[in-house]
């Protein structure tokens, strides 16, 4: 076979393994990129919406949490604190106090998530790039090695003789 691929091909049998290893590459890094940065996109502006429901959906596992905690604070209270009004009022605290965290939370989790899936999304798709560039490098040496082929310098050499031919040489 090394025969035929030096007449037909060049002398790297390999090359198109590169191309297509960094094609996959190239559509796998722009298609996960596109899809992270979608899903960034629709976060960022599930948070920013102002929709109150959108953003307890999103946030639905921590905000859960945060009500959890405060539940647990008030069982212990039950259990375990006096039974004067002080037991109340320390009960509306912890409530004021979960609402403050998970206003918090919000507030913080829509610029550091948001910013960091858009910037893995930005990544892959530079990934995604540099192997589109690396997939065209190998089809340039690709489209060498068939010109340096026994049939690709024959027909060069011919096209050359021809264009000399033509031009009066």
Do not use: C, H
Request: hydrophobic share 35%.
């Amino acid at each position: 076979m090394s025969f035929w691929s030096s007449i037909f091909g060049g002398s790297n049998p390999t090359i198109n393994a590169g191309i297509n290893q960094a094609g996959q590459m190239a559509g796998y890094g722009t298609s996960v990129g596109q899809g992270l940065t979608t899903s960034a996109g629709n976060f960022f502006q599930g948070l920013l919406g102002g929709n109150p429901a959108q953003t307890a959906k999103l946030l639905a596992p921590q905000i859960q949490q945060q009500q959890q905690q405060a539940q647990q604070q008030k069982q212990v209270n039950a259990q375990f604190g006096n039974r004067s009004g002080g037991t109340n009022a320390s009960n509306q605290t912890i409530d004021d106090k979960a609402r403050a965290n998970i206003s918090d939370m919000i507030s913080k989790l829509t610029g550091q998530a948001a910013t960091s899936a858009a910037s893995l999304g930005t990544n892959l798709l530079d990934t995604g790039m540099q192997a589109l560039g690396q997939q065209f490098q190998f089809s340039q040496a690709q489209m060498q090695n068939w010109s340096n082929s026994i049939l690709g310098r024959g027909l060069t050499t011919g096209a050359s003789a021809g264009e000399t031919f033509a031009l009066g040489g």
